[in-house]
């Protein structure tokens, strides 16, 4: 199976949510995709399970990793599919061919969204934003006929309550103002209130978007960490960049975790986040038996 993770590179595989199939690629990228997999599997002569991180920026796949073993993944894919691949791997390795198993490419019309959960409450003092080093301790699952509605169910899944309505805090790096901008209007028609920072407000205001403006923590009172404990803030957006400016955002994410504040640190969440929103408000979310969506 291809999955497209949520969050960007950089990001480490076992923290980013991903979604099986993928939810943004085309179909050139995606047959690119399989046919570089299917070269480097040859080449490699791998019998059973690999797994293959793709690195994607505008036209261009770069291969980060190859591994030739089962990942945490595979739990994920075969409970996704119906299709149980570690037991296949395991006979293949073992002497039968791939053949025997009549496999075929299945088309999946519905979608399939791993999240990771977080220990960040029961560790005082430790810091929510996500990086390259692994901070998750274990995975949940949504499933449901589109992206928006299996990604609210494993935000739901891994106690994440997304807000219906409230206030957005909205506080963005330089290189991400242009790319919040859609989503900040989407969350005013939704009937959310936006409050930002001054520079994420002031690009927002000259945008169309109409919204309040507070002051970051060393700032000055009154501050959004002000805002986050009198029960003021019902989502946040934040990216930042470089040691000073994530030293100086750590209050802010700490007491929205202390506040039980769905948090985003990364674009690509946010709008994932926003999606999910729209399609509780607009949809209701159905639950069945999970193998009801292998016959659909």
Known sequence: GIMEHIEEAGIHSGDSACSLPPFSLDANTLEEIKRQTKILAKKLNVIGLMNVQFAIKENDIFILEVNPRASRTVPFVAKSTGIPIAKIASKIIAGRKLREFNLTNKLLNYTSVKEAVFPFKKFPGVDTILGPEMKSTGEVMGIDKDFEGAFAKSQ???GINLPLSGSVFISVKDKDKKNVVEQAKKLVELGFD?????????????SGISLSTINKVKEGRPHIVDLIKDGKIQLIFNTTEGKQAISDSYELRREALNQSIPYYTTISGGIAATKAIERIKTGNLEVYPIQKYFKI
């Open 194 to 206: 936006i409050i930002a920072t001054k520079g994420t407000s002031e690009f927002l205001s000259s």
């Open 156 to 158: 739901i899944a891994a």
